[in-house]
């Protein structure tokens, strides 16, 4: 039996703050792409990551805790990082030098670490949609959460404005958690019933490259990356942290998930 007490769509700074007010869990998503990302390279064998906002923090944590460096500024891989924030890139690598990374990101990364203080933070994406709600099912079998999905990103419910990718994310892991029974609020029921009318006409893929970020995406040369993130259920690997926060030696904190 489910008891997740209530799921909530919520998205952006706002959203992570009430998932922290809410001390339930906080699933972070942001499709393209960081949220897509780390679940692929934990399937590739990366063990943990350390989320971090900053890339000065992410670079103190490389050398604090001897991590591999993994992210972006502007969609592109830094200086000196090991690797960027391209699924693709990350699922066609055959092996890493570490099995430990550092990770941030201009949006989805500064959203986690926004998150902490919620029981569990769960990295969410269309790639393991239903992975997360069967991972949400477990975790609150003997014990009743408030689930907040955070759309990192987004401008709203998609009846009332454009179709942003998180927002789209967010309701097609909220349709996992019907599917398997759970009810929720009336706008959500209804943002997935227009959803699922324009998935009759067009592809996951097709409703992500008419976005900004995948528009952006493209015009940088990652349109591999938006077929990559558009795969629904791709992977079982649900990147969670039981709100393991590491504080770093300029007091800045970052996010564990294992
Ligand atoms: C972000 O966190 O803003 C995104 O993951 C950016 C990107 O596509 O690399």
Redesign the pocket.
Known sequence: MVLCLEILIRGNIEGSKLASNKEGIAILV?V????T?IPIAMQKGIKKFYVAKEVEDARLTQKELETMLM??R???KLSGFDY???PTEIFNETSFAKEVAAFT??????RIVDAIGSKYLIIGSIVNAAAVVKKCIELTKNNPLTVVIVP??THGPITDNTITEDQIGALLIAREFNKVGMKLELKTQNEIKLLEEHMKNLSIEEILLATD?GQ??IDLG?AK?IEFCSRLNFTSKVPISENNVYELSNKKKIVTFY
């Open positions: 942001d393209l792409r960081a949220s990302t992210g972006e502007g969609c592109l960027g924030n391209s990101s201009s949006t989805g990364a500064k990192t990103f970020h952006k995406l990652f990356d």
